[in-house]
């Protein structure tokens, strides 16, 4: 059973069976393999703590008489100096193992491999540390010595070296770890990215079966068993059928905890690991680590079936050595695949970077020419929706699918959303398989995307046994336990649903070529908001002198980068004398509300210049013209004709408005008026059927008439009407103010902390 390695695990001494196989705490068996015996020691007197009931078996004193005495009282002077000298050393203990020391076991001197390591106890600070001593009766090449052990595999190493692809590295070791150590069944095992394994060499006697390709679930191997793994290079079982022998006392007297034996040689292993091994018929057993990064990458693993099989420790110290270079070629290899590959996406990625500064090409145009995007991340096929252009390449997607899983990638908030099973992750958009089992998006502004896909890979897995079926339940007396299965035949698996995953590599490519398109999109855009600003400009010219009147415009623009809106003003004097002042707000915020407001602009000054017409008039024509011109423009106007009245000395006011706010009127008293129409006005573009109506004002002399956008007086903790109202008493307070100075207040005030939406202005001070 798989878990994780933070794990809680079971008390030591729990029963254990596959319903809980995966919290044991195999690192604390209090007891050893009987191969050999154990001692902990106190470190610098070297008092004996714990041993192994067995000591007597290979160092002749009874365990009760070696607890609580010195170390040279139990394994002699020599020995135990020797033990104390290479434990002083500095470094790892474990690199200066054996120590290769003789007892003296009634009169006989019988030589052994004492194996050292240090285990922390305890959970006090400062940690304690027990001195950890093992012996196994020593056979094989003496002296043992680091030439002993190269020169026993000098020759694979060189093989090694030579070897030009993976295949040939895993033959090569499987066969040569076989030789060395003399296992019936030699297996390089590599794991995939959820620790399921597959076994891609084996080196065998003839007439057993073969395991090659047979896959293994991660249940087979738990998470806290790979940890010791990758701590703990190599582990030997020399007979599964030991009975294990528990250590005296059971715990550490001076912590009252169990030893940790995660370094220990002779670790007694799990009886649910014995079990899974005396099921398939295994004797004996030896794994070595492969390691890439300190993590666990595969194992060799090695069986033999016919009966006990206890390689000597210089033996496996070669098998380790192997396991070592294997892993240093390994890592060598997969790094030059992946600098390799690295390298020609860098140089992809390069191109269509350096591609997208062609800014008078559309940008997907770019993405999709030669090289594509589908040279940077291989798959079935690529869409690209980017600044209003839409293209593909490889293998086509429909609009609607490729719409339903942007929207779907875009909900999830996230740079890139990757997924290699897009019916299991994204279950709304019904998409065959056949055409985009796994898809990679790049979601990006204004609803704009990338998007790979992948069709199905379906593909058959051969197990070895059902992955499904993994636990048996056994009766043992009363009770029922699990345990592990039984079968090991091929059991073939046909895996649907998913395509080819995606890399972390590519994950990462991806990510920065999402990067470089922010800039690109970023560049375009402003260039695109620059050039309708100055459009935007050009057309809010200054007003012309009048002798009757004072007239102030401003153009505020949102404080958000890169807003570009439909806001405009206009004044200009008509032949007869009047004066015509306008006051818009297209709907929308880019560049075709700039576009639609420079157009209803040029044609509102057309047809209201020189013309008899009225306001009214002048907004049913221009509804009209944008009807007739298919322009699909919306907007608020307002606009008014100031004429002389001679008989009051004054100014009439006549004003007609498409559902714009309405202007303010401050007179010489203390009063502001609100210039209201009698009923609500559709706006601009809605119906050029409907009806306009024109009111009428008188303007005293010293009057200030103020027409303004909704960007004045609206803000998001604020509505239209008590903004009217704030504008409108400040109106009064800078009514006396000079008219350019008064708009500036009136501006500083209202936005305070810069304008949320664009605003124009237009104030009128008539003379006195």
Known sequence: MSSSPDTELLPAGTPVDLSNCEREPIHVPGSIQPRGVLLAVTEPDLVVEQVSENLADLVGVHPADALGRRLPDVLGVVAAEAVARSASAFGD?????PVEITLDVEGSPVPVDALLHRAVVGAGTPATALLVVELEPAHGPRPFSFPNTYQAVRRTVGELNRATSLQELYDITAQAVRDLTGFDRVMVYRYDADYNGEV?????????????????????????ARALYEKNWIRLISDVDYRPVPLRPVLVPSTGTPLDMTFSTLRSVSPIHVQYLQNMGVRASMSISLLRDDRLWGLIACHHYAGPHAPPYATRAAAEFLGSTLSLRLVHRAEEDEVHRALQARSTLAWLTAATLDEDRPLADTLLGSPSLLDLLPADGVVVHLQGHHGSRGAPLPDDTAEAIAAWAAAADEDVVATDSLPRSAPGPAVPVEVACGVLVLPLPEGQYVLWHRAEATRTVDWGGDPHNKAIAEREGDAVRLSPRKSFERWRETVRGRSEPWTAQQLAEVGELRTHLLEALYARSRRVVLAAERLQRSHLTEPPVSARHDVAVRYVPATTEAQVGGDWYDVFEQPDGSTVVVIGDVVGHDTAAAADMAQLRGLLRGIAYDSADGPAAVLRRLDNAVAGLGLHAMATVLVGRLTPDPGTGGTRLRWSSAGHLPPLLAEPGDGVLTLTTP?????????????????????????????????????????????????????????????????????GRMLPEGAEDDVALVAVRLHG
Not at 93 to 97: A, D, K, S, T, Y
Not at 202 to 216: D, I, K, Q, V
Not at 721 to 745: F, H, K, N, S
């Open 93 to 97: 203990l474990r690199e200066r193992n």
């Open 200 to 224: 891609v060499a084996e080196a065998r006697t003839p007439g057993l079966n073969s395991f090659l390709g047979l896959h293994y679930p991660a249940s087979d191997i738990p998470a806290q």
């Open 679 to 747: 009923r609500a006005e559709l706006l601009l573009g809605v119906d050029p059927t409907a009806r306009r109506t024109e009111s009428e004002a008188l303007l005293e002399p010293g009057s200030t008439l103020l027409l303004y956008t909704d960007g004045l007086v609206e803000r998001r903790d604020r509505g239209f009407d008590p903004g009217v109202q704030q504008l409108a008493e400040e109106l009064v307070t800078v009514r006396d103010r000079p008219l350019e100075a008064a708009c500036d207040e009136l501006i």
